[in-house]
């Protein structure tokens, strides 16, 4: 089970990236898949998530009407416009066979007892 994430780089205010969460090992079809960042001296925070079979989605109320999550085949895409300087962070995919990397807790999306983790790529954009 791996999740392979790409994407990142150094983008200016108002630009556009896409990360990719690619899964081998299993079919990510079956499974919620999340994205979540990190930015220096902050707390992990949820970005949005997909439901399995794309069922549903979420958004952090930041990046809400920004920010779009798709899926095709094994690979998931977060799709990032009109960037800002706060988006600069590590971004993470995750998903989990049991526990559901899409259920939002207190307004927020949860990445309590997720087990699989991509290797995070760091976006950063310039003021």
């Known amino acids: 089970v791996q999740l392979q994430v790409s994407g990142g780089g150094l983008v200016q205010e108002g630009g556009s990236l896409r990360l990719s969460c690619r899964a081998t090992?299993?079919?990510?079809?079956?499974?919620?898949i999340g994205w979540f960042r990190q930015a220096p001296g902050k707390e992990r925070e949820g970005v949005g998530c997909?439901?399995?079979?794309?069922?549903g989605s979420h958004y952090g109320n930041s990046v809400k009407g920004r920010f779009t999550i798709s899926r095709q085949s094994n690979t998931v895409y977060l799709q990032m416009t009109n960037l800002k300087p706060e988006d600069t962070a590590v971004y993470y995919c995750?998903?989990?066979?049991?526990?559901?990397?899409?259920?939002?807790?207190?307004?927020?999306?949860?990445?309590?007892?997720?087990?699989?983790w991509g290797k995070g790529t760091l976006v950063t954009v310039s003021s």
């Open positions: 995750a998903t989990d066979f049991e526990t559901d990397p899409c259920t939002v807790v207190s307004g927020a999306i949860s990445y309590f007892a997720i087990d699989y």
């Open positions: 090992g299993f079919n990510l079809n079956h499974y919620s």
């Open positions: 997909l439901k399995n079979s794309d069922v």
